[in-house]
């Protein structure tokens, strides 16, 4: 396995074979199962894999946690080892943003809703520094996860939008047992937190299954996750959405499929989750 903080290191060892397909996983580290999913769709569909591990400041408002993110390098490495990953790329602050920066990716209107309501900068820092990584390691093909359902949506706009030679593959959220999507905050989840923190799921499982007794009216759903959420003390809910998959806009009435997501406090810690309506075949 390969790991370098270099950009053209990643670049001599990408092309070094020309003709092999990469398939690349963005990560901010603090690895779990979620993403090592990740990586073992990417190694199942390329001939070789690479992994970024970047905590990207310019994704954290200044009342964020980037501090307080968990950072475990070397246990990171050892599990991508175990992967059987090609290329670790953990470049430094100054590698990706020197002195001079000040070139922004910012996609419009999808951003504006959802997360991009309750965290306005959060996605040109993300769209930059994904950009960045795509003209870096120019994989074939990229992946993400569907837990960061509006992360995904962006990406591939941008991916349209300007043109880029990737394709944007998008895998299945992985669970913990009692269903509480795998995130790299959970570690900030201790005690009554963690415990209540699977009040989304159970939110979301509420809202499935009133939608497959035939419930179509998005506010009544909306209004049933709230009032789960409202009954589970330690949480605090930021927002409940209905919204369409494509654009993000809230939904009066669902036809076809739809996006239900969440963002809830558990104490300090901010966790989302999503899961899709679809109508039966």
């Known amino acids: ?7 053209e290191m990643v670049r001599r060892e990408r092309w070094a074979n020309p003709d092999q397909t990469w398939g690349f996983v963005p990560t ?27 905590v990207n400041p310019t994704q954290f408002a200044p009342t964020e946690d980037l501090d307080a993110y968990p950072r475990q390098l070397e246990r990171d490495i050892e599990l991508l080892r175990a ?24 996609v419009e209107k999808i951003t504006r809703v959802l997360e991009g309501a309750s965290r306005p900068t959060h996605f040109r820092g993300v769209t930059t520094i994904v950009a960045k990584l795509f ?20 990406i591939r706009q941008m991916v349209r939008d300007l043109n880029f030679n990737v394709d944007v593959v998008i895998c299945p959220i992985v669970r913990e047992p009692d ?50 959420i409202a009954a589970e003390k330690p949480a605090r809910l930021d927002y409940v959405s209905i919204a369409d998959p494509l654009t993000l806009q809230e939904l009066d009435t669902i036809s076809g499929s739809a996006l239900c997501s969440l963002a809830v406090f558990l104490g300090k810690t901010r966790l989302i989750d999503n899961i899709i309506l679809e109508e039966p075949e």
């Open 1 to 7: 396995m390969f790991i370098t903080k270099n950009i």
């Open 179 to 228: 269903g509480l999507a795998m995130s790299s905050r959970n570690q900030y989840l201790h005690g009554d937190t963690r415990t209540a923190a699977t009040v989304l799921y159970r939110a979301l499982t509420a809202a499935q299954a009133a939608f497959n007794r035939g419930e179509r009216n998005a506010d009544t759903l909306r209004a049933l996750m709230r009032d789960i």
């Open 135 to 154: 003209n870096i390691v120019q994989p074939t093909h990229a992946y993400f996860g569907q837990k960061d359902a509006q992360q995904a949506v962006v």
């Open 83 to 106: 992967e059987g990953v090609d290329l670790v790329f953990t470049p430094s602050d100054a590698e990706m943003y020197p002195p001079d920066f000040q070139t922004y990716v910012s």
């Open 28 to 54: 901010m580290g603090a690895l779990h199962e979620g993403h090592l999913s990740l990586v073992r769709c990417a190694r199942a569909e390329n001939n070789r894999v690479a992994v970024s591990i970047y």
